[in-house]
């Protein structure tokens, strides 16, 4: 069984930051690239962070880089991604994900249930 379950969305004002988490357990992620995708209303859902299992490698859609930090807690199984200087465009639903295929197309096998980040004006 697959567990992957996010914390830490919340009410922010521009400009401001956030940390949201993922506790993953059911099997060994430890090899696995972990990451963050998110979907705003009326929107597909899209790649916004990825971490190789070295954690030395890490991935950026075009809209975050420079602003969120991905990084990973392999004793404590948890990913985390940083959030600054945020927009009111980046809010959305934030998913986890383990097994993420980056690319032209990112996808992943597993997520998680999703927490809601709104950035206000």
């Known amino acids: 069984q697959v567990q992957l379950v996010e914390s830490g969305g919340g009410l922010v004002q521009a400009g401001g930051s956030l940390r949201v988490s993922c506790a993953y357990s059911?099997?060994?992620?430890?090899?696995?690239?972990m990451g963050w995708f998110r979907q705003a209303p009326g929107k597909e859902r899209e790649f916004v962070a990825a971490i190789m299992w070295t954690a030395t490698s890490t991935y950026y859609a075009d809209s975050v880089k420079g602003r969120f930090t991905i990084s990973r807690d392999s004793d404590k199984n948890t990913i985390y991604l940083q959030m600054n200087s945020l927009k009111p465009e980046d809010t959305a639903v934030y998913y986890c994900?383990?097994?993420?295929?980056?690319?032209?197309?990112?996808?992943?096998?597993?997520w998680g249930q999703g927490t809601q980040v709104t950035v206000s004006s």
């Open positions: 059911g099997r060994t992620f430890s090899t696995y690239v």
């Open positions: 994900a383990a097994n993420v295929v980056t690319g032209l197309k990112p996808r992943a096998d597993y």
